[in-house]
């Protein structure tokens, strides 16, 4: 079978493919019903895993999201507004985290590329802690949760990470499964990827030797190849399909007795590259690589978060490309839905005070359980017109700029405080107020409060 012929004619109908993707080409209603059983498992087992502050262990939050969201594009929206916001929140604030010490602000760049998206000085992210994989696992988890990558709090993490390429290899960042996440973070939200960077991929460790990485690397040279292969045609990369045809050829030559590619994390990976790459599925045994693979879970679980994280977006039919083509069920998270009947709702009581005098305003808030209450403020702002507010976005959430026409004084140190008022008592919230999820009866005071010392 020639191989290039199918893996030149896969770009057109990748659409098409991933539409439908029965496991294997489809006719194996057995098998099918098989990878469907277990997808659910393992959905269900990996998110069992969240964590109570919202995260997943060993620092695999970001992996955690996005393979749920390949394994089933709809798994984040189908939840109740306050997990969704809740799982967000964390993905951010762990990014936040990691990001905001890497960030300088004084444009320097010693970049001389005379590509055409250089200028990009003002996010001039230098380097990032654990690296530009990591970061590429991130921005491909935001964009699983139609999170922007162009204005993340401020910083364009598009820009950011072609800085990063720039610069491989480097210490935090030397190897090309990790360049293979950065392209595909890239790829995936049809950024521009420099011309260099392209030929970086094609290169790989050594271009005179197409099998010298392994087949993890491998499977995601051939999935960042696939889903960058437009731009390299518009770049005129010299031999790109002849290189992911060789790369093919190397996954395909390491497929064991077995059918497998070695563990369950590298046969995943071989899997979804070679369904990327459009290879025949009979070419390479693809139902009895599945069936393999499938026996390596138990109960949902492949091995732990991490293992299962990489693992179940082919369960999807889906790969770490797969961003850039399949539709993903976009959470809500800015808008209040209307209130229908049959709804569970909440009231709850909102007062508003002007430094230290007793509330000057006072209001019935009805949202639906579960909402949070800044749409809460939505909904009343809709709905009373003698409410008004407006917030301001920051890296810790929604910032309360001014609420009835009373603006917050940094010069005066005089900020709006938001308070729980409960058996007649009086303390601080402990969140803001994305983060606060009122229950019936409850009241919520925002006061004009100085904050100085």
Same mark, same amino acid.
């Given at each position: %079978?020639?191989?290039?012929?199918?893996?030149?004619?896969?770009?057109?109908?990748?659409?098409?493919?991933?539409?439908?993707?029965?496991?294997?080409?489809?006719?194996?209603?057995?098998?099918?019903?098989?990878?469907? !059983?277990?997808?659910?498992?393992?959905?269900?087992?990996?998110?069992?895993?969240?964590?109570?502050?919202? =995260?997943?262990?060993?620092?695999?939050?970001?992996?955690?999201?996005?393979?749920?969201?390949?394994?089933?594009?709809?798994?984040?929206?189908?939840?109740?507004?306050?997990?969704?916001?809740?799982?967000?929140?964390?993905?951010?604030?762990?990014?936040?985290?990691?990001?905001?010490?890497?960030? &300088? *602000?004084?444009? !320097?760049?010693?970049? =001389?590329?005379?590509?055409?998206?250089?200028?990009?000085?003002?996010?001039? #992210?230098?380097?990032?802690?654990?690296?530009?994989?990591?970061?590429?696992?991130?921005? @491909?988890?935001?964009?699983?949760?139609? &999170?922007?990558?162009?204005?993340?709090?401020?910083?364009?993490?598009?820009? =950011?990470?072609?800085?990063?390429?720039?610069?491989?290899?480097?210490?935090?960042?030397?190897?090309?499964?990790?360049?293979? @996440?950065? +392209?595909?973070?890239?790829?995936?939200? *049809?950024?521009?990827?420099?011309?260099?960077?392209?030929?970086?991929?094609?290169?790989?460790?050594?271009?005179?030797?197409?099998?010298?990485?392994?087949?993890?690397?491998?499977?995601?040279?051939?999935?960042? %190849?696939?889903?960058?292969?437009?731009?390299?045609?518009?770049?005129?990369?010299?031999?790109?399909?002849?290189?992911?045809?060789?790369?093919?050829? &190397?996954?395909?030559?390491?497929?064991?007795?077995?059918?497998?590619?070695?563990?369950?994390?590298?046969?995943?990976?071989? +899997?979804?590259? @070679?369904?990327?790459?459009?290879?025949?599925?009979?070419?390479?045994?693809?139902?009895?690589?599945?069936?393999?693979?499938?026996?390596?879970?138990?109960?949902?679980?492949?091995?732990?978060?991490?293992?299962?994280?990489?693992?179940?977006?082919?369960?999807?039919?889906?790969?770490?490309?797969?961003?850039?083509?399949?539709?993903?069920?976009?959470?809500?998270?800015?808008?209040?839905?209307?209130? %229908?009947?049959?709804?569970?709702?909440?009231?709850? #009581?909102?007062?508003?005070?002007?430094?230290?005098?007793?509330? *000057?305003?006072?209001?019935?808030?009805?949202?639906?359980?579960?909402?949070?209450?800044?749409?809460?403020?939505?909904?009343?702002?809709?709905?009373?017109?003698?409410?008004?507010?407006?917030?301001?976005?920051?890296?810790?959430?929604?910032?309360?700029? =001014? +609420?009835?026409?009373?603006?917050?004084?940094?010069?005066?140190?005089?900020?709006?405080?938001?308070?729980? +008022?409960?058996?007649? %008592?009086?303390?601080?919230?402990?969140?803001?107020?994305?983060?606060?999820?009122?229950?019936?009866?409850?009241?919520?005071?925002?006061?004009?409060?100085?904050?100085?010392?």
């Amino acid at each position: %079978m020639d191989i290039k012929i199918v893996l030149a004619s896969v770009f057109l109908t990748a659409s098409l493919v991933e539409a439908s993707c029965p496991i294997c080409g489809g006719g194996n209603a057995t098998l099918e019903q098989e990878v469907s !059983d277990v997808r659910d498992l393992a959905i269900q087992w990996l998110a069992d895993q969240q964590e109570l502050g919202g =995260s997943w262990p060993s620092l695999n939050t970001q992996n955690a999201i996005l393979g749920l969201q390949l394994a089933d594009p709809g798994w984040l929206a189908g939840h109740g507004l306050k997990e969704r916001l809740f799982t967000k929140e964390r993905l951010e604030y762990e990014l936040l985290r990691e990001l905001l010490p890497a960030l &300088c *602000n004084d444009g !320097d760049d010693d970049s =001389s590329s005379s590509d055409s998206d250089e200028d990009c000085d003002e996010c001039c #992210t230098r380097s990032f802690g654990r690296g530009a994989g990591v970061l590429g696992q991130y921005m @491909l988890a935001l964009q699983s949760v139609c &999170c922007p990558t162009d204005d993340f709090y401020g910083v364009d993490l598009k820009c =950011s990470m072609t800085k990063l390429l720039r610069d491989f290899p480097e210490p935090n960042f030397n190897n090309f499964f990790q360049f293979s @996440l950065a +392209i595909l973070s890239l790829c995936s939200c *049809n950024a521009t990827i420099f011309e260099k960077g392209l030929v970086k991929l094609a290169d790989g460790s050594d271009k005179n030797d197409p099998c010298s990485d392994g087949i993890d690397t491998l499977s995601l040279e051939v999935m960042a %190849m696939v889903c960058a292969t437009d731009q390299a045609i518009y770049y005129d990369v010299d031999n790109w399909y002849d290189i992911l045809d060789d790369r093919v050829q &190397c996954i395909l030559s390491a497929q064991n007795a077995d059918k497998s590619f070695g563990n369950a994390i590298t046969t995943a990976l071989a +899997i979804q590259a @070679l369904t990327a790459a459009g290879v025949d599925p009979t070419y390479w045994c693809c139902e009895t690589a599945v069936t393999w693979l499938l026996a390596q879970q138990t109960d949902g679980d492949f091995g732990g978060v991490g293992a299962t994280a990489q693992i179940i977006p082919f369960l999807g039919c889906n790969n770490f490309g797969s961003l850039k083509t399949i539709q993903i069920d976009c959470p809500n998270f800015g808008t209040p839905p209307r209130i %229908m009947p049959g709804d569970t709702t909440v009231t709850f #009581t909102l007062k508003v005070s002007f430094g230290g005098s007793p509330a *000057n305003q006072t209001y019935p808030v009805t949202i639906i359980d579960g909402e949070s209450l800044f749409f809460g403020m939505i909904r009343l702002q809709d709905s009373d017109s003698s409410f008004t507010f407006q917030t301001q976005g920051s890296a810790f959430g929604e910032f309360l700029v =001014s +609420i009835n026409g009373v603006t917050s004084n940094f010069a005066a140190s005089l900020f709006w405080g938001i308070f729980v +008022i409960e058996n007649g %008592m009086t303390s601080s919230a402990n969140a803001g107020v994305e983060g606060l999820f009122p229950q019936d009866g409850d009241c919520f005071l925002f006061e004009l409060t100085f904050f100085g010392k």
